[in-house]
């Protein structure tokens, strides 16, 4: 696995993008606890999935550089198939390359991440810690593996894109109000 602060199109994310069977990809903001102690992202925990899963890529955005220097303070290495790229990064973006994404979460909220993949119409799995939007692969959190080999062995069924582009609506509202 490697570390990467450059852009999404770096020789090293096309490599992932082209030799895996799936590519997935997630995010967090910094690697943090929630209330009860546990990592509230899950991205230890989708490494070691994936350290399973060679055939799978999987690609982790780390805007806060919190998890590389987690993962180098626990020498910690990260397998072929992950890529970790630091700095800022256009998450949409890097859902349009990859076939599906991951929310891994212990808690959540309205998540813009499992929208912008519903939008593109890719695979999303997301943990059933809150109510998930239609077409949301929901699993309890612990269970990636598990979901990943039932999306993998054509047991889940993609659904079509059923998330709207709010934003032409809410310039109707605005333009309402002028």
Do not use: W
């Not at 994310?13 to 069977?21: F, I, L, M, T």
């Not at 220097?69 to 890097?94: A, I, K």
């Amino acid at each position: 696995g490697q570390h990467i602060s450059t852009p999404l199109y770096s020789s090293a994310a096309s490599d992932v993008y082209k030799r895996q069977e799936m590519t997935f990809c997630t995010n967090a903001y910094k690697r943090c606890e929630d209330t009860l102690g546990v990592e509230l992202y899950g991205i230890e925990e989708c490494v070691g999935v994936f350290r399973n899963q060679p055939t799978l890529g999987l690609i982790i955005l780390d805007p806060s550089e919190t998890y590389q220097e987690y993962f180098s303070t626990q020498n910690t290495e990260l397998p072929d198939n992950v890529l970790l790229f630091t700095g800022m990064h256009s998450f949409y973006r890097l859902v349009e390359l990859c076939d599906g994404t991951i929310g891994n979460t212990s808690t959540d909220g309205d998540s813009l991440s499992v929208k912008e993949s519903l939008y593109l119409e890719k695979i999303t799995l997301a943990t059933d810690v809150v109510s998930r939007p239609e077409g949301t692969i929901s699993y309890h959190r612990g269970q990636l593996e598990n979901c990943l080999s039932a999306v993998i062995n054509g047991q889940y069924i993609h659904h079509s894109n059923n998330v709207l582009d709010g934003s032409i609506r809410l310039m109707e509202i605005y333009k309402g109000y002028l």
